[in-house]
């Protein structure tokens, strides 16, 4: 959890760095308001690149500059940007998050601390995988398969998002809730492509039958789920009992 407050310093630090025309680094800090003002410069422009880090973003999102402008271009003391505003709260709920673990009964003096990775993991809006591809999905299936594949092929490997069979089969089932039948069994299928011999799959398609009010259909995605499952398929053969069938 340190990542993740080294993450809100990263972010936060470019704010506290003085915009000295034509000078990178500057030779002390201005506006700073939650980073010491005496905190030496080079240690600052540390925190910055672990807040970059943590947030995957590069230096523009939270100061007044463009990708591939001279870092003695940017205007590092101006609070123009809403982003910046933000992080500096953030800096403060991580502080404020580490005062009270360090309040813990019990709790070791080199205890876990809460840092901006800890939430972010590389991405700048820390949600799950679940909702991105769901949110994806009441615009289009197509829009949702797609979302998904871009984060695999940038983040798989990575901590940022869930890649196993969950996170689909999660958004399957809240997009099935909103009668968005045919993009929950696209992102079924789409799961399956990852994960073919899934039971939770199966049993997410059964799931989303009975959503549909297609309890035939229902009842042979959840006999697949228990054929597939190796331990038994206990779900599957409990939905089964719900609605009527033997398993």
């Known amino acids: 959890m340190r990542r993740l407050l080294t993450l809100l310093l990263a972010v936060l630090a470019p704010m506290a760095l003085g915009a000295q025309a034509g000078k990178f680094p500057p030779d002390s800090l ?19 690149r672990n807040f970059t ?8 999102f939270c100061h007044v500059g463009e990708e591939g402008m001279p870092l003695d271009k940017f205007d590092f003391a101006s609070d123009q940007k809403r982003t910046k505003l ?4 953030m800096m403060r709920m991580v502080a404020e998050i580490n005062r009270r673990l360090d309040t813990l009964p019990g709790r070791m003096t ?31 299936a197509d829009s949702a398969m797609r979302a998904y594949r871009a984060l695999r092929e940038r983040y ?29 069994f696209s992102l079924i299928k789409l799961n399956e492509e990852f994960f073919p011999t899934s039971s939770a799959a199966a049993l997410t398609r059964g799931n989303v039958e009975l959503l549909r009010g ?3 259909a ?17 779900e599957a053969k409990g939905r089964l009992r719900d609605i009527g069938k033997t398993p």
């Open 30 to 48: 201005v506006n700073t308001q939650v980073i010491p003002h005496g905190t030496p410069v080079m240690q600052a422009i540390g925190q910055m």
């Open 53 to 60: 880090g943590a947030l995957g973003v590069r230096c523009q």
């Open 86 to 89: 933000v992080a500096r709260q």
């Open 110 to 140: 080199t205890g876990l601390q809460v840092t901006c990775n800890t939430c972010h993991r590389g991405t700048n809006r820390p949600v799950p995988l679940a909702t991105i591809v769901a949110d994806a999905a009441n615009v289009s």
């Open 156 to 184: 798989y490997g990575k901590d940022t998002f869930d890649f196993t069979e969950f996170s689909l089969n999660s958004a399957a089932l809240r997009v099935g809730r909103s009668s968005k039948f045919a993009e929950a």
């Open 214 to 216: 297609d309890t035939t």
């Open 218 to 234: 229902a009842e042979a995605a959840f006999r697949e789920a228990v054929k597939r499952d190796a331990n038994g398929g206990q």
